[in-house]
């Protein structure tokens, strides 16, 4: 595969409507992005240095002056290569641009750079919605409208579905503490790491929109997805805790062969009924997460961030290192940077835990093909 599996899922991410701006011509309401954006999600999606922008063809198709004003018309064609791998894609797009200045050279400049960049569009769109591509679709199925007062009040007025990792519904709820109750009884529920963030994953949505509305409209409960993050946290940490029966097994004269802390007493402390999380290091698993393209731009290579809110804090202790993802050095020192980890991942629109998860799963069974060293 060409582009990464971070990269394939952003060019298959919906557009963010409201970068998606309206204009009236001929009489007809036409909608775009503004090419800014469009190079900003191409930097941000390839990379700054993995993709070129060459303007092929221009042609001045028309010119003219009337009265203190001249005007100029021009076409363009540019070229758009892009580095995935070993490979170089290249797109091409054609572009028109019209302009209107007191001087002719400011209209000839207005004019061509509206081109180049109407045609910088068009090649970029061919990648996926974040250029635009949304916008051919006349129903906008490919577009995640913004929030409106309206769609708000709807949320917050219910009902709200709670969702089983299959998509079917436990039941619907009209009160957001009925919301949350049957949300957390269906991750108490769950029995692996897998069939918890599949519960996560169908219903964050509702979570973060109900969140918000609540917040806007003022309500008592504004830190309902907190409180609910919190709980998915508690979770994941229930289930990569050793069984009790397990802790009882070990005798007083066996060591510990996974680097696990034991007391004196040969008492593996995380599997108290009030214990310690359990916290993995690997320093191979965390070579593995650094040799995968960076979660935000696609670079490489990148530093094993350690996702900060998925264990409870401890004194000098970074988290387990099961709980880390690639992110290149810019991005990681923008991440340690932010007061609140989590808001900084939601902006972003993307789950850490659950990328985390499966680098986890995939680092596991690439050593259980490989087997034992020597």
């Known amino acids: 595969m060409a582009f990464s599996d971070t990269q394939a899922r952003q060019l298959k991410a919906k557009l963010d409507g409201q970068h998606v701006k309206a204009r009236k011509e001929n009489g007809a309401t036409l909608h775009y992005i503004e090419g800014w954006h469009a190079i900003a999600e191409a930097n941000r999606i390839f990379g700054y240095d993995a993709w070129d922008r060459r303007t092929v063809a221009t042609r001045c198709v028309w010119t003219a002056a009337t009265g203190p004003n001249y005007f100029a018309a021009y076409t363009a064609r540019v070229r758009i290569s892009v580095r995935a791998g070993d490979i170089v894609i290249v797109r091409e797009g054609c572009g028109t641009g019209e ?76 009160r957001p503490e009925d919301f949350c109750c049957a949300l957390r009884k269906a991750m108490s529920a769950a029995s692996t790491m897998d069939d918890l963030f599949g519960v996560w994953e169908q219903n964050v949505a509702t979570v973060r929109a109900l969140n918000y509305a609540l917040k806007k409209r003022g309500s008592v409960k504004p830190d309902l997805a907190k409180d609910l993050v919190n709980h998915l946290k508690s979770c994941a940490t229930a289930l990569v805790k050793p069984s009790t029966e397990s802790a009882e097994a070990r005798t007083e004269s066996e060591a510990p062969s996974d680097g696990s802390r034991v007391s004196r007493n040969g008492i593996d402390k995380s599997a108290l009924l009030i214990g310690e999380p359990k916290r993995h290091r690997s320093k191979e698993h965390l070579k593995f997460v650094a040799s995968q393209p960076c979660l935000i731009c696609g670079r490489t290579p990148s530093h094993a961030h350690h996702i900060r809110y998925a264990q409870a804090k401890g004194l000098a202790l970074k988290v387990s290192d099961e709980f880390t993802v690639p992110l290149c050095a810019t991005h990681h020192s923008e991440n340690h940077m932010t007061g609140n980890e989590l808001q900084w991942w939601q902006d972003r629109n993307i789950e850490p835990l659950s990328v985390a998860r499966k680098l986890w799963q995939e680092f596991r069974e690439l050593n259980r093909i490989r087997g034992p060293a020597g």
């Open 99 to 174: 302009a209107k200045a007191i001087t002719p050279g400011q209209a000839h400049e207005i004019a061509l750079k509206t081109a180049e960049t109407d045609a910088t569009k068009r090649a970029l769109a061919t990648f996926g919605n974040p250029f635009g591509l949304a916008l051919y679709d006349s129903e906008r199925t490919g577009v995640r409208q913004r929030s409106t007062d309206k769609t708000a009040t709807e949320v917050t007025e219910g009902p709200w579905m709670v969702r089983s990792l299959a998509g079917t519904t436990f039941g619907a709820f009209s």
